[in-house]
């Protein structure tokens, strides 16, 4: 029962989602109470995750699955993360008719294997968490299936996955095979660099970076960002990158890390080739959820810049990186939620024309958001990529810093691009004023954190060196 006690979240929602099934089929029109029992089950399970006060490494379920401080602040990050989710959506999802009892339990399946691939610490159980995020978020792609462009979005994200976790499932048996243990802690102690595992490794790391959408690793994101429902596109920028990451840090840095000087190489050529690509292809987008999609995969590529340096530094600026491009996308996708006129929601970068004159508020976020996602200071964007550089810098690695500076600025293009459009284009017809108090707070809180956090930017630095051991 002890062991119990350190998994009480995963445990929770994993009824939580039985019950909620069970209530669905025998109450009718219950998809608006579910939704927001859903929420309520995520806010109960961040609580119940906070609570947990440990002062070392626990190992649980003989070594396959661990709980340390890191895994509990990220679950706690991803916990928050899918609450102002759903939070903000609420009036999208009922608006396109996409609010169907199934719809929030898949949510919660989908987070739930992403809490289990955080803890764990066996290829087994790692793969298990993979699989039930990933089966979830198939079905939440093509959810809105009245929508040619959702089901070819659905389809396209599940051939690829699926191509990608092969991949990954043959690394994995790669990886037995040559050290005859699935779990981490034996993995790291039984291999004698052979060639083999570092095959093995390969593959783990390809089925990984598939899941961040690392170039060339990247053909499903623009297609899916735009064909899924908006409160799911969300979800995809959001929450399965900050799971994938976390697997990165404590994979490489776990069994792995002495192959140091074989996989910093591949993970260099990940965040080159992502932070490049990022910049250059979303120049020409039209669509915001596919310039965004371009976005996020340069900024994955700034957070694998971090994890090249082989620092407990450049670990602590990855993670800096991943919570400030999770306030930045949610603040962005909340005001992308406010674009609706007459039950209508849009998502072109023409249709913000003008927008400075009739909404101001808004085009005041949009400004805000976007000088953050281009790195402009003192906002909260840019102190994520000076974070970054100075630990890329201090390992005297000058060839990474300068890419991503000459990223930077190509990026800076089109999001002054888009903010030109806002405030200098001939303006249109007004959107409708009244938003859900949901997503009023969740603007106003992200925005103001981007915004505010100048005023203390170590506060973030002071808690994970606190909890980052590797």
């Not at 697997?247 to 591949?266: H, R, S």
């Not at 930045?328 to 003008?354: P, V, W």
């Not at 809180?445 to 994970?464: D, E, H, Q, R, V």
């Amino acid at each position: 029962m002890s062991n119990l006690y350190f998994i009480i979240p995963e445990l929770f929602i994993s009824l939580s989602v039985m019950a909620l099934l069970v209530l669905g089929v025998f109450k009718n029109n219950s998809s608006k109470i579910i939704f927001y029992l859903s929420c309520l089950i995520i806010l109960v399970s961040l609580a119940i995750n906070l609570n947990i006060n440990i002062t070392q490494t626990i190992f649980l379920f003989n070594n396959s699955y661990l709980v340390d401080q890191l895994s509990l602040f990220i679950k706690s990050i991803i916990m928050i993360s899918a609450f102002f989710v759903m939070f903000c959506s609420y009036n999208y999802v009922r608006v396109n008719n996409i609010l169907k009892i199934e719809y929030p339990i898949l949510i919660l399946c989908s987070l739930l294997g992403m809490l289990v691939m955080i803890s764990s610490n066996d290829l087994i159980v790692f793969y298990i968490g993979l699989e039930l995020q990933s089966l979830a978020l198939y079905v939440l792609a093509s959810f809105n299936r009245d929508n040619i462009l959702s089901s070819e979005s659905g389809l396209k994200y599940f051939v690829l996955s699926a191509l990608s976790s092969g991949l990954l499932l043959y690394g994995c048996s790669l990886i037995y095979g040559f050290s005859n243990s699935t779990n981490f802690n034996e993995i790291s102690q039984n291999f004698n660099f052979e060639y083999g595992v570092i095959f093995g490794m390969v593959f783990v790391i390809v089925g990984l970076a598939f899941k961040i959408s690392a170039v060339p690793f990247h053909m499903w994101a623009p297609d899916v960002y735009q064909g899924s429902p908006t409160s799911v596109t969300v979800l995809f920028a959001i929450l399965p990158k900050i799971a994938a990451l976390t697997v990165f840090i404590k994979f490489l840095y776990g069994p792995f890390i002495n192959l140091f000087e074989e996989w910093q190489a591949i993970i260099i050529f990940l965040s080159v080739a992502s932070m490049i690509l990022g910049a250059v292809a979303a120049i020409g987008q039209k669509n915001l959820k596919r310039l965004i999609a371009y976005s996020s995969i340069s900024h994955m590529g700034y957070a694998l810049a971090g994890l090249t340096t082989g620092t407990n530094q450049g670990i602590q600026s990855s993670i800096i990186y991943l919570i400030i491009y999770l306030i930045m996308n949610l603040a962005f996708f909340s005001c992308l939620f406010m674009l609706k006129r007459k039950d209508k929601f849009y998502e072109n970068i023409e249709d913000l024309s003008g927008l400075s004159k009739k909404h101001p508020i808004l085009a005041l976020s949009f400004l805000i958001i976007l000088f953050s996602l281009a790195g402009i200071p003192p906002l909260a964007g840019f102190f994520a990529k000076f974070y970054i550089f100075m630990a890329v810098i201090q390992k005297e690695m000058y060839f990474l810093a300068i890419v991503g500076l000459l990223a930077t600025v190509i990026a800076a293009f089109y999001y002054l691009r888009v903010i030109k459009i806002i405030y200098f284009d001939p303006e249109q017809e007004k959107f409708d004023t009244a938003m859900s108090l949901g997503l009023k707070l969740t603007l106003i809180l992200s925005t103001s954190a981007i915004l505010m956090y100048f005023l203390n930017p170590n506060f973030l630095n002071k808690y994970i060196t606190n909890i980052l051991v590797i």
